[in-house]
């Protein structure tokens, strides 16, 4: 018999970092740097994923 789900709820927390976020400096620099670099490895990944799908 197959489950059938008819409500997904998901939660996050969110939570500011002691030191105040940007809070100026080299570590700005990186901080973005490393921010880039992230958001450029999840582009690559999704746009794997649908490259994937649209091969099935």
Known sequence: MPVIIKELII??????????????????????????????TCVEQVLEILEKSKNR
């Open 11 to 40: 939660k996050a927390v969110v939570e500011e970092t002691p030191n105040g976020g940007n809070s100026g400096g080299s570590g700005t620099a990186k901080n973005t740097q490393e921010q880039e670099e992230l958001i450029a």
